[in-house]
């Protein structure tokens, strides 16, 4: 026959023994970085990024709670603008080079909506794609 060992254990949970260690992660400082905006005809983008192009903070208007037609008006680029400066303050972004793409009305929006707050605009670019008679372009609306 063979022979079965029992045996107890008592569990003593000592509050002193155990200790959990959190080490709070310190985020990233980046002072100077570039902003994206993406300002088409149905939506306002803007992205935060460092120099090499690493997103810090991204926001749409769709994201801030405009729907329809009223996320490519230039309330809209201010808004989307705003919070996207909000997330990236938590990084101590100060100054940014601007790089624009896109046709919207809210271009300029965006831009003003930068300087008001309280981000230091270093230079502007514009990176619209613009062809070099590629495609044949869409028929024109007959309203």
């Not at 009223?70 to 705003?82: D, F, M, Q, S």
């Not at 965006?110 to 008679?133: E, F």
């Amino acid at each position: 026959m063979e022979e079965v060992k029992t045996t107890t254990t008592e569990k003593t949970t000592d509050e002193a023994a155990v200790k959990t260690v959190r080490r709070s992660r310190r985020k990233r400082q980046v002072i100077r970085g570039v902003a994206h905006i993406q300002a088409s005809y149905n939506n306002t983008i803007v992205s935060l990024s460092d120099p090499n192009g690493n997103i810090i903070a991204s926001a749409s208007a769709g994201q801030a709670g405009f729907k329809g037609p009223k996320k490519a008006t230039p309330y809209a680029a201010g808004i989307v603008v705003r919070n996207a400066v909000e997330k990236a303050k938590a990084y101590g972004l100060r100054e940014v080079d601007v790089r624009i793409k896109g046709v919207g009305v809210s271009r300029e929006a965006a831009v003003r909506a930068l300087y008001a707050n309280g981000v230091n605009v270093l230079s502007i670019k514009d990176i619209t794609p613009t062809p070099h008679n590629g495609c044949r372009p869409r028929k024109p609306r007959r309203v």
